[in-house]
């Protein structure tokens, strides 16, 4: 621990540790003060992590919630997607939604001040250090299809300020009879925080705005670039050849080499 503040990624398996990766190394390109932790389960290797500890990260194991059975049964992946489908997109194989309720973890890093917990499909393309200063919760709108999306909070990226306290609320919350949190963790911290902080829409760009929504993208105004549904790793992406651009950006922040000058890169065609 360096700083009072922390940037705070969920990695659950080998296919989000490089998700992380690239994150990170995005986070590194901003010149960034604070800390990134990854919060890592017992679904990811040594070896997956490797490239994280390399770059500096600071690796923090973590459990499951200790949720209770009727609960998992509810929420895993077969019936949580039956009882509330994906119609818009497609979510990868790998995704398991109780892996989700992990980020709540996050309150437990009571030795920072204030952290932001940003998913780890998503890269920074300018310094959002600000973002520390903000109150607890603050979350950008689930927009990636109209405007009647802003209702909604997407739980990608928020501002938070750890607490036991905070925590044991949470888990209390969390578990009830019979409930059903049908985007988990988004579905919950909506509820939890329900006079949540709006961040402006730049602050987690939804990729799918590229053509649903060409109007709202601006590359010099978009701070961070959120990869939902499709991954921009996957090999057999359906929608790959529409989000040629954001991929190949993504596969740039991975490895490391050619990373594009962002200000000069072609916003869609339909943009304002």
Known sequence: MTSPNAYVTLVTNADYAMGATALARSLKVTRTTADIVVLHTGGVTDADLEPLNTLGCRLVPVEHL??????????????????????????????????????????????????????????????????????EFSAAPNVYESLAD???????????????????AMLERLDQPEILWKRTDQTFLQAFFPEWHGL???????????FTMPALWDWNSISILHYQYEKPWETDHPKAESLRPLIDLWQAFHTGKDVPDISAMANPKGAA
């Not at 489908?85 to 920072?112: A, I, M, Q, V």
């Not at 990226?157 to 607490?163: D, E, L, M, T």
Request: charged share 20%; net charge positive.
């Open 150 to 168: 802003f209702h909604r909070m997407n739980s990608g990226v928020f501002v938070a300020k750890p607490s036991k306290e905070t925590f044991s």
């Open 200 to 210: 402006p829409v730049y602050f987690n760009m939804l990729q799918y705005v590229w």
């Open 66 to 135: 200790p949720l209770s059975d009727a609960f998992n049964e509810r929420h895993a992946r077969g019936k949580l997607h039956a009882a509330a489908p994906f119609t818009k997109g497609r979510k990868p194989l790998f995704h398991s939604p109780l892996d989700n309720f992990c980020k709540l973890r996050l309150w437990e890093l009571t030795e920072y001040t204030t952290c932001v917990f940003i998913d780890a499909d998503a890269i920074v393309l300018r310094n959002i250090d600000r973002l520390f200063a903000y109150p």
